[in-house]
């Protein structure tokens, strides 16, 4: 069955701290992506990559970075985790080509206290 | 960034009942995808749509790929528990990354 692996369902961090989130995929999709999602808002795009080491700002990359040395794997890091990026985190994945649907990880909830 | 107008943001119905959503653009979309999340979970593709007019249906759900281009439905019939959750639409406009809309919240009264 394939799929994404998000590898924490919750978190729980201190603000200042710096935070990993890892996303797995095994695929073999060349496209993965971050989005944070809060009531209201729907889904918003932080950063994605089409490619290793490729990375390209979303919608709201403001205090976030990525990293993508594997094709498989593709990590969101928080420099200096606030308050404000309490939030549910999605990883998605897509092969290359118009209009292929992403497959979705079961996302990280993060609270920052 | 650029977002789709889904609507309602929100349906309360009676078990049984039939539930029909749908999102908007002003701009041409080559491509509708309908999404839904389920409690605590990542949002699962339901219905892909790739030209426009076409019809398409998944067991109790029917999509739609609006003619103008610009538009998609999504109708459940007879509408059971396991429907709860947020349902998503998305679209492309030819490169890889999926606009999505804002989502629409299904509680169902049994």
């Known amino acids: 069955d394939v799929k994404v692996t998000q590898s924490s369902r919750y978190l729980v961090k201190r603000t200042g701290e710096k935070v990993f989130l890892e996303c797995v995929q095994d695929m073999d999709h060349e496209n993965m992506f971050w989005y944070r999602q809060d009531p209201g808002l729907g889904l918003r795009l932080i950063y994605f990559?089409?490619?290793?080491?490729?990375?390209e700002k979303g919608d709201i990359p403001e205090g976030y970075s990525v990293s993508r040395e594997k094709k498989e794997r593709f990590s969101l890091i928080l420099e200096s985790a606030s308050t404000n990026q309490t939030s549910m985190y999605l990883c998605?994945?897509?092969?290359?080509?118009?209009?292929?649907?992403?497959?979705f990880g079961s996302g990280t909830r993060l609270t920052v206290v | 960034g650029q977002q789709l107008n889904q609507s309602p943001q929100s349906m309360f119905i009676q078990e049984g009942e039939d539930v029909s959503m749908n999102c908007t653009s002003s701009?041409?979309?080559?491509?509708w995808l309908w999404y839904k999340q389920d409690p605590g979970e990542g949002p699962v593709l339901l219905i892909a749509?790739?030209?426009?007019?076409e019809l398409t249906s998944n067991g109790r759900l029917t999509a739609q790929f609006g003619i103008t281009r610009k538009d998609s439905f999504l109708n459940i019939s007879a509408s059971i528990p396991s429907d709860v959750g947020i349902y998503f639409c998305a679209g492309t406009q030819g490169a890889q990354k999926l606009v999505f809309g804002q989502g629409t919240r299904l509680t169902i009264n049994p």
């Open positions: 998605a994945s897509s092969p290359t080509g118009p209009g292929r649907g992403y497959t």
């Open positions: 990559s089409y490619d290793v080491k490729m990375k």
């Open positions: 749509l790739y030209k426009a007019g």
């Open positions: 701009s041409i979309f080559n491509t």
